[in-house]
C-alpha cells in the first residue's frame, strides 16, 4: 500500500517536472476479436490537463480503446503510454494505481454493499483508516450522496449508481479519468449537474469522455476526437467538427436526422 | 497383436461407458444448467429396473435396459422435476443442495425396499476370442449403442421441432415464452429426455457393474468433470471430453492399476482446464452443439 | 441482508457477543455436563465447526466456492498423524498440520487465480484434487508407502495416533477434556479471528472483491493475491479443524477425501446461511446431530429421513437458517432494526 502511494507522489514529480510529456499516448493499438478489428491502430496523444470526448457511432471502438488501455482487453498490437512510461503490459490494478480511473460504460460497483462502504473501500486503498473515513465524507457531499450513504447500492437508481462508481473513481484521485458515457440514464438536472462536476474535476485531473448526448459533449468540450470502424477518424474542435461534412454523414449527420 | 486389439477394445469400451453415463447429465447440466447431485442416483435407478425387470419379472433383458428403464427413470424424472426440481431453476447452488437431499432419499427408497444387497444381472451373449483373450460380446455391442445414441441424441437436438425449441429456451426463456413457448412444459421435458438417458446408461451399464443403492457416488465426480471439461458444447464437448478422458484412464489402468487412471483422468481435467478455462467446447468447437 | 450492512450492526454486535458468551461459558462448562462419550463427540463437533468456519470464510465472505475444503481438512489430519508418528512430540506436528494445508492452498490457489480461470474451474480442481487424494490415499496400504516411521496404510487409515502433548513433553498427551478446552480454544480463536478480520480493511476488501473483482481491480486492489490469501487462511483453518479432527479418536482414514464429505461443508454453509460466521457453524453441528440422532435409531433408514429432511429444508429455509431468522426477527422485532425505524409499539415492547 505504501509502494503505492510513492509511486503515485514520484509520478506526479515526474510529470510536472516534464510537462511536455502526454499524460497519454498510444502507438499502433490493435484489439482483434476473431476476424474482426475492434480497434485499428490507433495512434492517440493527449497533454496533461486536457479534457477531450470521444465520439463516434456504436460499434466505433470507444469502450474496446478503453478497455485496451486499461488492460481490461490484452491489445493485440501496440504500445500504451502514461506519462512517458510504457504500461502496456501492466496488469489492470496495476495501471489504476499509477493513477487512471476510469468509470465503465454500464456502472460498475460493488451492489450488495452500501453506498458509504463502495467508496470507503477506495478510499482505504490510499488512505488511513480516520482519514479515509474523511475523504469518504467529502466524496459523499461533493457527489450529493451523504442522503444515501447507508443504503445498498444495488437498489438505485441507474443515474446514483454512476455517482456513486464516479465517487469510488474520485476518491483515489487519479492523474487520469476515463469516462465512458457518464450521463447515461440521467435525468436532465442530473446531466446538467454532471456537467459542472466534470468541469471542476478538469481542472486538477485530465479527462477522456465517451459521449453519445451532442448537448453535453458541447458544454464540455475542448478538442474532440472522432472514432470511426475502430479507427481516429479526424481530430478536431466541436466548432470546426460540426463543419466537417464527412464527420455529419457518418455519425453527426446520423444523430441529427434521428 | 492381440494385446493392441484388446487394448483397443478396452479403450474403445471405457470411452463408450464414460460418454454413456455422461449424456443424460449432458443435458440436465450441461444444456439445462441444472446441478444434479442426484445423476448418479438417477443411473442406481435405471441399474435397479433393469435387475428387477429382468430377474423377478423374468423380463427379456434387452427389452429391460433399452425400453423399460428408460421409461421407468423417465417418469421418475417428471415427477421429481413436477414436484422439487422446478422451484429452483436458476439457483443454481441451492439445486446443489436440493438434489443432495434428492439422491440421499432416493438412496433410501431403494434400500427400503431391495435391501443393501441385491443379485446382480449377468451380461448377455457369449464371449468371443482375441488370441489367447476372452472378450465378452456385450462390450463390443454397447459400443456400437453408445454410437447410435449420441448419433440419436444429436439429430432430436438438431433436426427436430422439440429438439430446437429446447435449445431455444434454454438460451434465452424470456424470449422463447414470448415466442408462445410454455418453458415449463420444455424444461419438463428437456428434464424427463435428460433423466430417462440416464437411466437407459444405468441399465445398460448394469450386468458390467455393481449393483447397490450407493452406487451412484462412483459416477457423480467422473461425469459433472467431464461434462464441464467439455465445456458449453454440451453433446459434442461431453463426447469429445469423454474421448479423452477414457483413453486417458483406460491405458493408464491397464499399464498401471486403475486406481492410476482414475487419478490420471482428474489430473488431465485439471490440466485441460487449465489451458482451455472455457472447456473444450468453449475454444475449440466453437457454435457446435 | 449486506454482511457489512449497517442495517444489521445491532444484530451483528448483539449476535457476536452471545456466541461469544455461548463459546466461553462451552469451554469452561463442557467437561462438567458432558459424560466422556458425548465429550469425544462434542470435539468433534467443535473441530468440524472450525471447518465450517473456513468455509464460510471464504466462500461467504471471499466469494470463493470451494469444492474441495475438506482436501485441506483431511490433509491437515494426515500430516498431524505422520509427523507425530515420526517426531513423537506434538508441538511441530501440530503448527505442521496448519501450515502444509495452508501452503497446499497457496499453490493450489496460485495455479487457480494467477491463471485467471473461471469460477467454475475452482470448483471442479479441488473436486478433481480432492478425489486425486482420496484415490491415492485408498492405494496405499502396501508396505512400501512410509513416510520416515509412519506408514499410510492406505484405506484401513492410520490408528492409535499419538494425541497432542504438552508443549515439550511427549509423554505428558491432553486428556480428553484437555483436548476439548483446546479444540474449544482455537474455535473462539478462529471465530473472532475472522470477525476482526471482516471488519479490517482487508475483510472488506474481500467483500467487495465478491461483489464485483473488476471493480476492484480498477480501484487498485491486486484481487488475485487478495483471493490467495482469503483462500490460503481457509486451507489453513481447515488443516487445523482437521488436526484437532484426529485427536477426536486418534483414528484417519481416506474418507476424509471422499465426495460425500467434501459435499457436506458446502451443505452445512447453505443450509446455515452464506455470507454469516455463526450459520455455517450452525449448519454444520445441526446436521451433525441430526446424523448422529438418526444414526441411533437402528430400525429407521438413515439416508431417507436424512435426505427428506434436507429437501424439505431447501423449499422452505431456501436463505438458510441465520438469514432467515434476522429476517424474522426484523419484521416481528422492530426494535431490533438498527435503523431505528421500529414503530412505537416496539419501542414500548422494549422498554
Given at each position: 500500500m505504501t509502494d503505492a502511494a510513492t509511486e503515485t507522489t514520484s509520478g506526479t514529480a515526474t510529470g510536472q517536472t516534464a510537462g511536455?510529456?502526454?499524460i497519454l499516448e498510444t502507438h499502433g493499438l490493435t484489439m482483434r476479436f476473431g476476424g474482426v478489428v475492434?480497434?485499428?491502430?490507433v495512434d492517440f496523444s493527449m497533454a496533461e490537463g486536457e479534457l477531450r470526448c470521444l465520439i463516434g457511432p456504436?460499434?466505433?471502438?470507444k469502450s474496446t480503446f478503453f478497455k485496451c488501455l486499461t488492460h481490461q482487453y490484452k491489445a493485440s498490437a501496440g504500445r500504451v503510454r502514461f506519462r512517458g512510461t510504457?504500461?502496456?503490459?501492466?496488469?489492470t490494478y496495476q495501471i489504476a494505481r499509477r493513477g487512471i480511473g476510469i468509470k465503465t460504460q454500464v456502472p460498475s460497483v460493488?451492489?450488495?454493499?452500501s453506498v458509504h462502504e463502495n467508496i470507503w473501500v477506495a478510499a482505504r486503498r490510499h488512505h488511513g483508516r480516520r482519514e479515509a473515513n474523511r475523504i469518504v465524507d467529502e466524496i459523499l457531499e461533493r457527489l450529493r450522496l451523504e442522503g444515501h450513504a447507508?443504503?445498498?447500492?444495488?437498489?438505485?437508481?441507474h443515474g446514483e449508481r454512476q455517482r456513486v462508481e464516479l465517487g469510488t473513481v474520485l476518491t483515489g484521485e487519479p492523474e487520469l479519468i476515463l469516462l465512458d458515457e457518464?450521463?447515461?440514464?440521467?435525468t436532465h438536472e442530473e446531466v446538467n449537474q454532471t456537467t459542472d462536476l466534470i468541469r471542476e474535476i478538469n481542472r486538477t485531473t485530465s479527462l477522456i469522455v465517451v459521449e453519445h448526448d451532442m448537448q453535453f459533449i458541447k458544454a464540455i468540450a475542448e478538442r474532440v476526437t472522432v472514432f470511426h470502424q475502430g479507427a481516429i477518424l479526424i481530430e478536431d474542435t466541436m466548432a470546426n467538427l460540426e463543419k466537417n461534412q464527412q464527420v455529419r454523414d457518418i455519425y453527426l449527420g446520423k444523430q441529427h436526422a434521428a | 497383436m492381440d494385446t493392441a486389439a484388446l487394448l483397443i477394445i478396452e479403450v474403445l469400451n471405457g470411452i463408450a461407458s464414460l460418454a454413456l453415463a455422461c449424456a443424460g447429465l449432458a443435458i440436465?447440466?450441461?444444456?439445462?444448467?441444472?446441478?444434479?447431485?442426484a445423476h448418479g442416483e438417477f443411473m442406481m435407478l435405471g441399474a435397479y429396473t433393469t435387475v428387477v425387470c429382468t430377474k423377478?419379472?423374468?423380463?427379456?433383458i434387452w427389452i429391460s435396459m433399452l425400453i423399460i428403464s428408460p421409461i421407468v427413470v423417465g417418469i421418475i424424472g417428471i415427477i421429481v422435476e413436477r414436484t422439487f426440481?422446478?422451484?429452483?431453476?436458476?439457483r443454481m447452488i441451492d439445486t446443489l443442495i436440493a438434489t443432495w437431499g434428492l439422491s440421499l432419499l432416493l438412496i433410501g427408497i431403494v434400500t427400503a425396499i431391495f435391501g443393501n444387497i441385491i443379485e446382480g444381472v449377468s451380461a448377455p451373449m457369449g464371449s468371443f476370442e482375441v488370441g489367447i483373450y476372452n472378450v465378452a460380446q456385450y462390450r463390443m455391442v454397447l459400443i456400437g449403442i453408445v454410437i447410435l445414441l449420441f448419433i440419436g441424441i444429436f439429430l432430436v437436438l438438431t433436426r427436430t421441432k422439440l429438439g430446437l425449441i429446447a435449445r431455444g429456451t434454454m438460451q434465452n426463456p424470456a424470449q422463447a415464452s414470448v415466442l408462445g413457448i410454455s418453458t415449463q412444459r420444455v424444461y419438463m421435458v428437456t428434464f424427463a429426455l435428460g433423466a430417462a438417458l440416464t437411466g437407459l446408461a444405468g441399465g445398460l451399464l448394469a450386468p458390467i457393474s455393481q449393483v447397490i443403492p450407493t452406487a451412484g457416488a462412483a459416477y457423480v465426480a467422473q461425469t459433472f468433470i467431464t461434462v464441464i471439461t467439455g465445456g458449453t458444447g454440451a453433446v459434442t464437448g461431453t463426447l469429445v471430453a469423454s474421448g479423452v478422458f477414457g483413453t486417458v484412464r483406460q491405458l493408464l489402468s491397464y499399464e498401471f492399476t486403475p486406481v492410476l487412471g482414475g487419478v490420471g483422468l482428474l489430473i488431465v481435467a485439471v490440466v485441460l482446464l487449465r489451458l482451455l478455462p472455457q472447456g473444450i467446447t468453449g475454444k475449440i468447437f466453437r457454435r457446435s452443439l | 441482508m449486506t454482511v457489512l450492512g449497517v442495517n444489521l450492526r445491532n444484530w451483528e454486535t448483539w449476535g457476536t457477543i452471545l456466541v461469544g458468551i455461548a463459546m466461553v461459558v462451552l469451554l469452561f462448562a463442557g467437561p462438567h455436563i458432558f459424560d466422556l462419550f458425548l465429550l469425544f463427540k462434542v470435539t468433534l463437533f467443535v473441530a468440524m465447526a472450525i471447518l465450517a468456519l473456513s468455509m464460510g470464510f471464504i466462500w461467504?465472505?471471499?466469494g470463493i466456492l470451494c469444492f474441495g475444503q475438506s482436501a485441506f481438512y483431511g490433509l491437515g489430519a494426515y500430516t498431524y498423524a505422520i509427523a507425530v508418528g515420526n517426531i513423537g512430540e506434538s508441538t511441530a506436528p501440530f503448527l505442521l498440520a496448519i501450515v502444509v494445508p495452508g501452503a497446499f492452498a497457496a499453490l493450489l490457489g496460485y495455479f487457480v487465480f494467477y491463471g485467471r480461470l473461471s469460477d467454475v474451474y475452482l470448483a471442479v480442481v479441488t473436486l478433481a484434487v480432492t478425489l486425486i487424494l482420496y484415490n491415492f490415499m485408498r492405494s496405499?496400504?502396501?508396505?512400501?508407502?512410509?513416510i520416515g516411521a509412519q506408514?499410510?496404510?492406505?484405506?484401513?487409515g492410520i490408528s492409535s495416533i499419538q494425541p497432542i502433548n504438552?508443549?515439550?513433553?511427549?509423554?505428558a498427551w491432553l486428556l480428553p477434556d484437555e483436548i476439548f478446552h483446546l479444540a474449544m480454544f482455537c474455535l473462539i480463536a478462529c471465530y473472532f479471528g475472522l470477525k476482526l478480520l471482516n471488519r479490517s480493511h482487508f475483510g472488506r476488501v474481500a467483500v467487495a472483491i465478491r461483489e464485483n473483482e473488476l471493480r476492484a481491480e480498477l480501484l487498485g486492489y491486486d484481487v488475485r493475491l487478495h483471493k490467495l490469501q482469503t483462500f490460503t487462511i481457509g486451507g489453513a483453518m481447515a488443516g487445523l479443524a482437521g488436526c484437532l479432527g484426529v485427536n477426536f479418536n486418534s483414528f484417519v482414514n481416506p474418507?476424509?477425501?471422499a465426495l460425500n464429505f467434501a459435499a457436506e461443508i458446502i451443505m452445512w454453509t447453505l443450509i446455515g446461511g452464506?455470507?454469516?460466521?455463526v450459520g455455517p457453524m450452525i449448519g454444520c453441528i445441526g446436521l451433525l446431530m441430526l446424523k448422529f440422532e438418526i444414526g441411533q435409531q437402528?430400525?429407521?433408514?438413515t439416508y431417507l429421513i436424512f435426505g427428506g429432511i434436507i429437501m424439505l429444508f431447501v423449499l422452505l429455509v431456501p436463505a438458510g437458517l441465520l438469514p432467515t431468522a434476522r429476517q424474522l426477527g426484523e419484521r416481528y422485532l422492530p426494535m431490533l432494526r438498527a435503523d431505528g425505524a421500529g414503530d412505537g409499539r416496539g419501542r414500548e415492547a422494549a422498554q
Open positions: 511536455a510529456v502526454p475492434a480497434v485499428d491502430d456504436n460499434g466505433a471502438g510504457d504500461i502496456t503490459g501492466s496488469h460493488f451492489d450488495g454493499l447507508r443504503r445498498v447500492v444495488g437498489q438505485l437508481a457518464p450521463t447515461a440514464g440521467m | 440436465i447440466f450441461g444444456m439445462m444448467r441444472v446441478i444434479n447431485f423377478t419379472l423374468g423380463i427379456n426440481i422446478r422451484f429452483f431453476y436458476g | 461467504g465472505y471471499g496405499t496400504a502396501g508396505e512400501e508407502y512410509v506408514r499410510l496404510m492406505g484405506f484401513n504438552w508443549p515439550g513433553d511427549g509423554s474418507d476424509v477425501f452464506l455470507g454469516t460466521l437402528q430400525i429407521t433408514n
